[in-house]
């Protein structure tokens, strides 16, 4: 019988944008380009628990969480990249994703640039939000 390591999740049933939630976390919202799942688990676990299912080469620890500002889920549609927080809330945590997958070109229009991508994103070409204070 597998035992899970003190701090190790569990997957669950829910998923966003194709990660599988740990069990506990349940999708709270879905709208288009973003999703929010909260459950009462601790948000290291979470994020470590994320770690180990996203092609991550990158992230940022801070007060509030966890950033994961560009990653691939595992298994997942190699085309589409995300930035996934897992942030502190309360007695909760909170996993919000978005969805950075560039729309396609329009036809017959003029490309879109990669600054103009990450700009209709809301963050800048390096990951960083436009306007951190209307950050979480």
Do not use: C
């Amino acid at each position: 019988m597998d035992r899970l390591a003190p701090g190790e999740l569990a997957p669950g049933t829910e998923t966003l944008y194709g990660l599988v939630l740990p069990r506990g976390m349940h999708v709270s919202a879905r709208f288009p380009g973003i999703a929010h799942a909260t459950g009462p688990l601790r948000p290291e676990d979470v994020s470590n628990y994320v770690r180990d299912r996203v092609d991550v080469k990158r992230f940022e620890l801070g007060a509030a969480g966890t950033v994961f500002p560009a990653v691939h889920v595992e298994g997942g549609a190699p085309d589409k990249t995300y930035r996934i927080e897992v942030l502190s809330a309360g007695n909760a945590t909170e996993v919000v994703m978005h969805d950075l997958t560039p729309l396609p070109p329009k036809v017959g229009g003029p490309a879109e640039s990669e600054a103009d991508k990450w700009k209709r994103a809301g963050y800048k070409p390096n990951g960083a939000p436009l306007d951190p204070m209307n950050q979480r």
